[in-house]
């Protein structure tokens, strides 16, 4: 280990700060702007027509460019911070993440939007949504506790393995409580491949692989989930035939979309887009604008780019110099995949409809800023992982 | 790290790779493969169709004079959306507008109620057009309201005042000349099915009003031209956020009709006086036409038919009760070419066309006793006078039936008598054929009534088709009327059973009757002037016209409708000649000639024929007096009849008389060619000139024949 428990910043002057721009995965980062600047673009277009007759139409694509602005500042710390002042204060993070879980539920503070109880209000008419924050905060705990006290070739012990599924259970609880079922779901892949990933033993992975889907089946069945809550897992299979909220959101989208053709409608020129027939389509539905103004390349594109990242973030979880980084990279490499699939696949009727925003690309600070601390940190697993190997 | 660990990553990779490859599987399925249908429905989604009718063209007589306008009207409209959007959903609105229109707030609700929504009131009350549209409320509000309204926008949200086109009639000269303008009405369901499911710009949208008959109804496309239609796109509260795309109207083209509105003024008059006359002489004279065509070409210069009514009954929609007086007074159909009556001795032109056909000689001498006897059965002469042998041309100006009588009598010994077959010669009925009578004529007016000629044929599918009727009857023998009058039952009985057992057989009766034009045969007044016309003209069967061309708003002529020539008539042209010879001697000097007692007949001689067709069940005779002028140089065929009216000569003479005096420009004896009621002594040769304005050039000397204020 080459790092020093004192951060980066203050160890400038010692000629390593040079190799930090060098061992920088650039390609990552390139990909991660150029998503985010295409996402802006989209934000701009969806958010014109609502805001036309504001005062200052561009005041929300300005918020959103604040966010991206703080995002790429937490991230570049993410990226600096050291490895083993990360690994322990997790506990810290993970806690005080836990306790930002429940606030919404206290009232005064807590917002409900669409079902969701999942949000804090802020000063200004901003809210912060404390789950976001969570997916790194899990991440970063089952990392801790599954790479703690053993040897890389060393498969983890059941108590590690039974202690980081409890570490993810906890936030998954609160979380369902809100009823953010969407964000559950991305939990519960992170929380596998991570499993996965650590070299756990196959009946585990298979285990909690078959538990997760008999614990889905079960919710139905028993009436866990509620029935809005079943409505809108099942009304992607046939959303013509639920005149529900969420069925309206379903087909809507998917017209927006197959209206695209080749090249779109044009950018600002989609008229579902444009006349805000698709709804909340700055933030969860934003792939409905690429899909109808930009068109089958348009989208094409957005997906290679998450492609991209995610291609340089497997790569960085299989060059990561330890089990931790590797987890850690793992459980990005879930977090944003299966999340990417399933915000896209929901407005193009593949997957049910479900409150989660498209990483990178989607208007809301608190999703904007968590992912691009997630870029931040496999950047900080890749430096880690060069200086390990000079 | 462990391998374990190693190819858990890797399936993790290839998960995450499969599951991206699926969403861009999926796109392409979606935008590519199905994008088609999902664009449609992004247009009907997001798009609305805004439509601007296009002004309805005008209807111009031969010299450029309106015989069918439009006038502009202030219209009130409302716009559903603007008011749906207020607090109180536009009730104080409502009650404000009904207050400044002089009605209800109930009445102006039921006007915005959608048609086929629920409580709306049927049509045309209900709207029927699109929700996007604003619904006029009120028509001819006067200026000043509307400029309050205008004034007041707060007050009135939505509420707008515009200019709207409505068809006006000027009456040039008093015109009427309802059977060949027509009028507009409201766009059928008939109508909007046969469309289909056309996108096309001009087609028919619920809100239409379309021609209904007449020329308004002919020529419906030229004369509504192409609406305007913009499409907007709208947002999801259907608030409208730009204008996709925006085609201007264009204006319906005028249509130049054939009529000359001068000469249809008079000749509605003299078909009134013929009436009168008939009325004075204590005859029903119920109803009668008059057509005058142009010889040359088959254009109609004029045609009248009474009863008539006023066009502009039909504006903003005919009453029930003004359309229950209309059906009453037989007064929707034209007499002129939807009536169909016996044409009598004018007929007998035809007959001597069939004897001709029949190598009969024309220039022999035939007996005209006072009846003659055929099967038993007595055929009387006119009023039974005889004249003893004549020639054939005496016997047309003295119309003797008997000699008529004798030339079918031979003709239907000849072919057979009593038991000749249906496809059996019949000379008569074919010169008929030839004539065009039996069929329409093809004039360019809807719902043209094709007559009747009587036959062997005619007379065997009548049979065929009434004889279970006729049989049943003769069975049952009328016991209802056997009941009160069992002597007419007797003879109803009697009859039916002869028609039920040989009703098919063309008997000496029949062949006698159909020679004089009586029977079963019938003509529209129009045919029969076609029927002059063409002997006229030296045999030329043309087909009848009341359009000439058309004329677009902007002044270019974009269609003119050259005379249709149908071919030549198949009867002997010797026939012709004969006929033309002989036609002149009716007026000088025979059953024509007194109502032109002192007509300058030297300068300009007159052929003609009159005609007094008996019908069953009427006291008087249908007068007849089918003409042509000047016989030498024909120009124009002249036809007049009235029902229950007299004589020929008598009747519908004098008023013929009086056409002629004014188409030629007599005054006494004298003829002045200049006073003419054609400007130009003649029909106009082109078109009338369109200003850029719109307005139209009449010719020098031919007078708008309306007041200076009222001309457009």
Redesign the interface.
Known sequence: MASTFTPDVATRSSGRSSSYWRDLDWILLIAAFATTIFGSMLVWSASR?DMASASDPTSYLKRHVINIAVGVVLGFLASRIDYRWLRAYTPIIYGASVILLILPFAPGIGTTIAGARAWIDLPGGMTLQPSEFAKVAVILMMAVLLSEKRD????PRDRDVLLSLGAALLPIGIILLQNDTGTVLVLGSVAL?II????ARTRW?IGLFGGAIIGILLAIQLGFLKQYQVQRLTSFIDPTADASASAYNAN?A?????????SGYGLFEG??T????VPVNESDFIFTVV??EL??IG??VL?VL??VI??RA?VI??R?DD?YG?LVA?GI??WL??Q??EN??MT???MPITGIPLPLVSAGGTSMMATWIAIGLLQNVRIHAARASI | MSERSNLRLLVLAVLVASLLGTLIARAFYLQILEGRQYQAAISSNTEREIVEPAVRGLILDQAGRPLVNNRTSVVVTVDRQTLAAEKDDGDAVIRRLAAMLDTTPTKIRDRLAPCGTEGAKPPPVCWNGSAYQPVPVAKDVDTQTALTIMEKRRDFPGVSASLDAIREYPAPFNVNAAHILGYLGPVTEEQLNAQGDSNAPDRLRRTDEVGRTGLEAEYDKILRGVPGIRHVAVDTAGRVTSTVDEVAPKPGEYLVSTIDAKLQSIVEAQLLAAVRRAQAQGYGGKSGAAVVVDVQTGRILAMASYPTYDPSIWIGGVSKKQYKELVANDALASNAYQGQFAPGSTFKVVSTAGAAKDKMNLYGIYNCPSSVTVGGQKFNNYESSAYGPISLTRALEVSCNTVFYGIAKRMWQEEGGPDAGVDAPNPIAEAATAFGLGSDTGIDLPGEASGVVASRQFKYDNWEKKKDTWCRNAEQGYPETRKTNPKLADYFTALDKENCTDGYQWRAGDALNAAIGQGDTTVTPLQMAMVYATIANGGKLYQPQVAKGVVSADGTVSQEFPPILKGRVDVPKSAIKFLRNSLPGVTTDGSGKTPFLGFPLKKIPVASKTGSAQVTGNKASTSWFASYAPANNPKYAIVMMVTEGGTGSKTSGPSVRKIYEALFGVRGSSVYPGKSVLAGDAPQPGLPAVRPDGTVAIPKGAGSGVANSRQG
Do not use: D, N
């Not at chain 1, 890389?152 to 498969?155: I, L, M, P, R, T």
């Open positions: 027509a890389v070739e060393a498969e491949s996965a990933v650590s070299g992975v809507q998917r017209i927006a979309i197959g209206g695209g053709g080749w008229p579902q444009q006349g805000k027939f899909g109808e068109g089958f989208a094409t997906i998450v492609g995610l291609w497997v979880a299989y990561a089990l590797r793992t490499v879930a995949g299966f990417t699939f896209i696949g193009m009727g593949i």
